[in-house]
């Protein structure tokens, strides 16, 4: 079954608005989660790497005003798209691991967010 | 920084043929590569992981093979069947502060009927 849960699976909003996904760990505790975004055709692209307690950790070019990510409990880490433009349109997936111990195991995602700003 | 990259970007085979799909990243430093299967407006489907000790790992007509020192890794599907078409993506889990996976840019396999 799965192990990462992303809510919600799609949603659609006009611009301007902010929209909150939410990335939770079902049987384990995630020290560490990451969030990609995935542009038609393309592949998936890092965006920011959050620790639980901590800041977020952002790849060059990301703006970090405009991803907000919490990640305020080992098994909840949130992305805001904060007042999203039609630009923003894209599937975001999130991924979460945990201590460090087990860093040979398998990275584990959520199913993704299709996320259509108008 | 680790780069992966995957060739072909695009293939199609008739049904029945046996392919292979490619992958290299730059760096070795890695605990790990896994191979995804991504279905069009679909998350990712988990194919193969092989640890950075190993040097293959099978399932079903799946087998994917490493070669950590020179930087790649071969997907081989056996007797494809038109299910198999999908995007494959290869991605390593790099040895950094932080372990991030970082991805290749895909393959996208047709398999005509």
């Known amino acids: 079954g799965a192990v990462v849960s992303q809510h919600p699976s799609w949603v659609i909003c006009k611009s301007g608005t902010s929209v909150k996904i939410e990335c939770r760990s079902l049987?384990?505790?995630?020290?560490?989660m990451f969030w990609y975004r995935q542009f038609p055709k393309q592949s998936l692209m890092l965006m920011a790497t959050?620790?639980?307690?901590?800041?977020?950790?952002?790849e060059q070019g990301v703006e970090k005003d405009k991803f907000l990510i919490n990640h305020a409990s080992l098994t909840l880490s949130t992305l805001t798209v904060t007042s999203a433009h039609p630009e923003d349109s894209s599937f975001y997936i999130c991924?979460?691991?945990?201590?460090?111990?087990?860093?040979?195991?398998?990275?584990?995602f959520g199913d993704g967010t299709r996320l259509s700003i108008l | 920084k680790q780069e992966v990259t995957q060739i072909p970007a695009a293939l199609s085979v008739p049904e029945g043929e046996n392919l292979v799909l490619n992958c290299s990243f730059t760096?070795?430093?890695?605990?790990?590569l896994q191979w995804f299967r991504q279905d069009p407006g679909k998350g990712l489907t988990s194919l193969l992981l092989?640890?950075?000790?190993?040097r293959e790992q099978t399932s079903g007509r799946l087998n994917a093979s490493l070669d950590k020192s020179s930087g790649r890794s071969t997907l081989y599907i056996a007797a494809s069947q038109p299910g198999d078409s999908a995007t494959y993506l290869c991605?390593?889990?790099?040895?950094?502060?932080?372990?991030?996976?970082?991805f290749g840019p895909g393959t996208s396999l047709s398999v005509i009927p």
């Open positions: 991924s979460a691991s945990g201590h460090s111990a087990y860093s040979n195991q398998p990275q584990h």
């Open positions: 049987d384990f505790q995630a020290t560490t």
């Open positions: 959050s620790n639980e307690g901590s800041k977020a950790t952002y």
């Open positions: 760096d070795s430093a890695i605990y790990n």
């Open positions: 092989i640890q950075s000790s190993q």
């Open positions: 991605a390593v889990k790099v040895k950094t502060s932080y372990d991030k996976v970082i």
